[in-house]
């Protein structure tokens, strides 16, 4: 019985730890960005953080960081952002911008992780009489053990899906923006702080 409270427990506490996080939409443009630069008349906003649960843990164990961008061209010229305007950090050491596409890889969770969850479906619920003997044994485990691993993967598997599609709509790589535009992008860096961001247009 002892055996059967301590497997118990541990399901419980794996279920809490463990369990697939959704995907909280980002939505670039209803931000209120309070990071602000300016160079050449053209404006900068962006904003770190944007992440939470599974999701956040990895960006920070990855050294990526997703920044939510929001671009304001009031020069006289069209720019393009990964072109002629490239990102840097305050010391003006220019920033690698990742794919979109690489930082979703990075990022996303593993819905095969939760397979682990069938190692419980061997699981067996004993119950005894009042003389202690053995009456009965259920197996819990073929209800437990597939149901968690399905159900975290499907979860897992639909928050990357809306992680995936919010990246793709947001990718402002290689984006022209014309004079009096306003875009707004998500992008991910390579960085392990979160240090002031610029732009360097050329």
Do not use: H
Request: some cysteine; glycine content about 8%.
């Amino acid at each position: 019985m002892r055996i059967v409270k301590i497997t118990l427990l541990f399901m419980a506490i794996a279920s809490l730890t463990s369990c697939a996080s959704g995907y909280k939409m980002i939505e670039p443009k209803s931000i209120n960005y309070v990071s602000t630069n300016e160079t050449d008349n053209v404006k900068l906003e962006y904003k770190y953080d944007l992440l939470d649960k599974k999701y956040a843990k990895k960006e920070l164990k990855k050294d990526v960081r997703l920044v939510a961008v929001k671009i304001t061209n009031n020069s006289e010229k069209d720019i393009m952002f990964g072109g002629d305007t490239k990102l840097t950090y305050e010391n003006g050491t220019e920033i690698y911008v990742m794919e979109n596409d690489e930082v979703f890889m990075t990022l996303k969770q593993s819905p095969a992780s939760y397979l682990w969850y069938l190692l419980l479906t061997p699981l067996n619920l004993y119950t005894t009489g009042s003389d202690g003997e053995q009456t009965s044994s259920t197996p819990i485990g073929l209800v437990v053990g597939p149901g968690l691993a399905g159900g975290n993967m499907i979860a897992a598997g639909s928050a990357n899906k809306k992680f995936k599609t919010e990246m793709l709509e947001y990718n402002i790589n290689g984006t022209l923006i014309k004079k009096g535009e306003t875009k707004y992008g998500l992008i991910g860096i390579k960085s392990d702080s979160f240090d002031s961001l610029k732009l360097k247009i050329e």
